[in-house]
């Protein structure tokens, strides 16, 4: 037989023959249910505590006590204080300015002569009438001279207060000559020179106190209750019920804080912003490592409101519509919870009720869920 025939015939017959014994012997399959990956989910334990509930705010920071440096004389300035400059610091009782006292002197000098002569003629006068009434219970004087002597020492008496009232306004005017501190503080503005002609009222600049700085805090309507004060509260708050306040600023890369307390509210309610104001109380210590807090400064401020007990915090992500949870339960299994909500925060929740300590919260934004829904939970 021709090899050209023979080598393919041979060929097909093989490759029949391997795959006869091929097919005659494949292996038997056995079919198994296909079992679904559960979805992974982030879950937070829930626990039961008591917190403060807080209330967050912002103000400037302002001057307790602000005050116009005016004169209540009139002079010329003959010296001034090198503390009464935009920010000098000043203690209380400093000299802060100096009026010329020549004429003040001199009135304070016509004062004590007047008074001087007032009381030499009330002396008389009332030595005169002594006189004239041991001579009237002797009939040796008239009616008429004995009212007189009256009249005459009633007059020396007038004239002897008004004396010495002149006097005290001449020392008291002598002493205004000189501009004192009434507290501890700054000088916010001055507008006066040495040498310049000051009248009685006008203002030569603004001093305010450093011991103490205020900020008024805008709280809304709703935060109002969670404060723990009573509803009619208005004014100053009684000291066993001011609510502490921490403040907060930024200087570079350090934050700063300083405490407080909540001192008073406002009455009325802003008419544009419809929020009330309360005003936060701080005392400046010159001890103290961190910096005075500077008027007109802008800051963070944490009223600590009232204590709460059994509540739980929760991730804001954890809640659904219409108030509702997942919880993952003992077989692994999400069911639907319906809580009631205390507050809610801008990254948590506060849940007073549905939750018990130790349940499992999803907190991962799932976008279909259904009931019974068998997960892995993943604990942060």
């Given at each position: 037989?021709?090899?050209?025939?023979?080598?393919?015939?041979?060929?097909?017959?093989?490759?029949?023959?391997l795959?006869?014994?091929?097919?005659?012997?494949?292996p038997?399959?056995?079919?198994?249910?296909?079992?679904?990956?559960?979805?992974?989910?982030?879950?937070?334990?829930?626990?039961v505590?008591?917190?403060?509930?807080?209330?967050?705010?912002?103000?400037?920071v302002?001057p307790?006590s602000?005050?116009?440096?005016?004169?209540?004389?009139?002079g010329?300035?003959?010296?001034?204080s090198?503390s009464?400059?935009?920010?000098?610091?000043?203690?209380a009782?400093?000299?802060?300015l100096?009026?010329?006292d020549?004429d003040?002197?001199?009135?304070?000098?016509?004062?004590?002569?007047?008074?001087?002569?007032?009381?030499v003629?009330?002396?008389?006068?009332?030595?005169?009438?002594?006189?004239?009434?041991?001579?009237?219970?002797?009939?040796?004087?008239?009616?008429?001279?004995?009212d007189?002597?009256?009249?005459?020492?009633?007059?020396?008496?007038?004239?002897?207060?008004?004396?010495?009232?002149?006097?005290?306004?001449a020392?008291?005017?002598l002493?205004?000559?000189?501009?004192?501190?009434?507290?501890?503080?700054?000088?916010?503005s001055?507008?006066?020179?040495?040498?310049?002609f000051?009248?009685?009222?006008?203002?030569?600049?603004?001093?305010?106190?450093?011991?103490?700085v205020?900020?008024?805090?805008?709280?809304?309507?709703?935060?109002?209750?969670?404060?723990?004060?009573?509803?009619?509260?208005?004014?100053?708050?009684?000291?066993?019920l001011?609510?502490?306040?921490?403040?907060?600023?930024?200087?570079?890369?350090t934050?700063?804080?300083?405490?407080?307390?909540?001192?008073?509210?406002?009455?009325?309610v802003?008419e544009?912003?419809?929020?009330?104001?309360?005003?936060?109380r701080?005392?400046?210590?010159?001890?103290?490592?961190?910096?005075?807090?500077?008027?007109?400064?802008?800051?963070q401020?944490?009223?600590?409101?009232?204590?709460?007990?059994?509540?739980i915090?929760l991730?804001?992500s954890a809640?659904?519509?219409?108030?509702?949870?997942?919880?993952?339960?003992?077989?692994?299994?999400?069911?639907?919870?319906?809580?009631?909500?205390l507050?809610l925060?801008?990254?948590?929740?506060?849940?007073?009720k549905?939750l018990?300590d130790?349940?499992?919260?999803c907190?991962s934004p799932?976008q279909?869920?259904?009931e019974?829904m068998?997960?892995?939970p993943?604990?942060?």
């Amino acid at each position: 037989m021709n090899k050209k025939v023979l080598y393919p015939v041979v060929a097909l017959l093989l490759g029949l023959g391997l795959a006869v014994v091929i097919g005659s012997n494949k292996p038997e399959l056995h079919p198994e249910p296909i079992e679904p990956m559960p979805t992974v989910v982030r879950v937070v334990p829930a626990k039961v505590h008591a917190e403060h509930l807080t209330v967050r705010s912002q103000g400037t920071v302002q001057p307790r006590s602000q005050s116009e440096l005016i004169p209540e004389v009139t002079g010329i300035v003959n010296w001034i204080s090198p503390s009464l400059v935009s920010g000098g610091a000043f203690r209380a009782g400093d000299v802060l300015l100096r009026i010329d006292d020549a004429d003040y002197r001199t009135q304070l000098q016509r004062s004590e002569a007047a008074f001087k002569r007032a009381g030499v003629e009330r002396t008389f006068a009332k030595d005169e009438l002594d006189r004239l009434v041991s001579l009237y219970e002797r009939q040796l004087a008239s009616q008429q001279q004995l009212d007189n002597a009256r009249r005459t020492a009633s007059i020396s008496d007038a004239n002897l207060a008004e004396a010495e009232a002149a006097l005290e306004q001449a020392r008291r005017d002598l002493d205004r000559t000189e501009l004192k501190a009434p507290f501890d503080g700054l000088v916010r503005s001055e507008h006066v020179d040495l040498g310049q002609f000051i009248t009685r009222g006008q203002s030569i600049g603004t001093i305010y106190a450093t011991d103490y700085v205020e900020i008024r805090l805008p709280i809304s309507a709703d935060q109002l209750a969670y404060l723990g004060l009573p509803i009619a509260t208005r004014g100053l708050i009684p000291d066993e019920l001011r609510p502490p306040v921490t403040i907060a600023t930024d200087f570079g890369d350090t934050r700063l804080l300083w405490d407080g307390e909540l001192t008073r509210l406002e009455a009325e309610v802003d008419e544009r912003s419809r929020m009330v104001y309360g005003v936060t109380r701080l005392r400046l210590d010159d001890d103290s490592e961190s910096p005075i807090l500077p008027v007109g400064m802008f800051v963070q401020a944490e009223i600590r409101g009232a204590l709460v007990d059994n509540v739980i915090r929760l991730p804001r992500s954890a809640m659904r519509d219409h108030n509702q949870v997942l919880v993952v339960d003992a077989e692994n299994r999400l069911q639907f919870r319906q809580v009631s909500l205390l507050r809610l925060e801008h990254d948590d929740i506060l849940v007073s009720k549905g939750l018990e300590d130790g349940e499992l919260v999803c907190i991962s934004p799932l976008q279909t869920v259904v009931e019974g829904m068998h997960v892995e939970p993943l604990q942060e």
